[in-house]
T-cell receptor
Framework: KNEVEQSPQNLTAQEGEFITINCSYSVGISALHWLQQHPGGGIVSLFM???GKKKHGRLIATINIQEKHSSLHITASHPRDSAVYICAVSDNNDMRFGAGTRLTVKP | KAGVTQTPRYLIKTRGQQVTLSCSPISGHRSVSWYQQTPGQGLQFLFEYFSETQRNKGNFPGRFSGRQFSNSRSEMNVSTLELGDSALYLCASSFSPGQGSTGELFFGEGSRLTVL
């Protein structure tokens, strides 16, 4: 079993839909990261969380430390949100990554 | 300010050769981490450097090595290349060490290595 599990693996949505991507982890962590990767490879850090909830524009990230679970929400999705979203956890000595969720938003 | 710069962006090598990749962090950042991304294994941590010292190393063979210079620029080297080393190699910089445990990571665009 992977230490960082993401679901779903693939997600197709219509423009304007509310989207949720989930991440569960089984190790102790110092922080959890949500990353976005567009075709071509570059990665952008969306959020770094150690507790609670963060919001940036249409993106919201939450984490429940007790349940070892985090969610990334996208409100009013747009085709430009199409990308791979990766959950990663860090513990000061290592960083472990989920397999990613490929999101396609259709106009 | 300028982001994380990786060079070269693309390169093709043959089995048995060696390769050196470079990463220039954001100005003021002293931590540089390296990651390998393949379709089969996804993203995996290679090593982290902070103030010219290797802090941690992932589960990779000794053919994978790195170093960091006094200006925080980092290089990684892979010797005796194998077909399985074909991957996107990403580096990330941050102000503090710990691979994002205490501070946000800023990633470069990556160096895509193809081994023939």
């Amino acid at each position: 079993k992977n230490e960082v599990e993401q679901s779903p693996q693939n997600l197709t949505a219509q423009e304007g839909e509310f989207i949720t991507i989930n991440c569960s982890y089984s190790v102790g962590i110092s922080a959890l990261h949500w990353l976005q990767q567009h075709p071509g490879g570059g990665i952008v850090s969306l959020f770094m969380l150690s507790s609670g909830k963060k919001k940036h524009g249409r993106l919201i990230a939450t984490i429940n430390i007790q349940e070892k679970h985090s969610s990334l929400h996208i409100t009013a999705s747009h085709p430009r949100d199409s990308a791979v979203y990766i959950c990663a956890v860090s513990d000061n000595n290592d960083m472990r990554f989920g397999a990613g969720t490929r999101l396609t938003v259709k106009p | 300010k300028a982001g994380v710069t990786q060079t070269p962006r693309y390169l093709i090598k043959t089995r048995g050769q060696q390769v050196t990749l470079s990463c220039s962090p954001i100005s003021g950042h002293r931590s540089v981490s390296w990651y390998q991304q393949t379709p089969g294994q996804g993203l995996q941590f290679l090593f982290e450097y902070f103030s010219e010292t290797q802090r941690n190393k992932g589960n990779f063979p000794g053919r994978f090595s790195g170093r960091q210079f006094s200006n925080s620029r980092s290089e990684m080297n892979v010797s005796t290349l194998e077909l399985g080393d074909s991957a996107l190699y990403l580096c990330a910089s941050s102000f503090s060490p710990g691979q994002g445990s205490t501070g946000e990571l800023f990633f470069g665009e990556g160096s895509r290595l193809t081994v023939l």
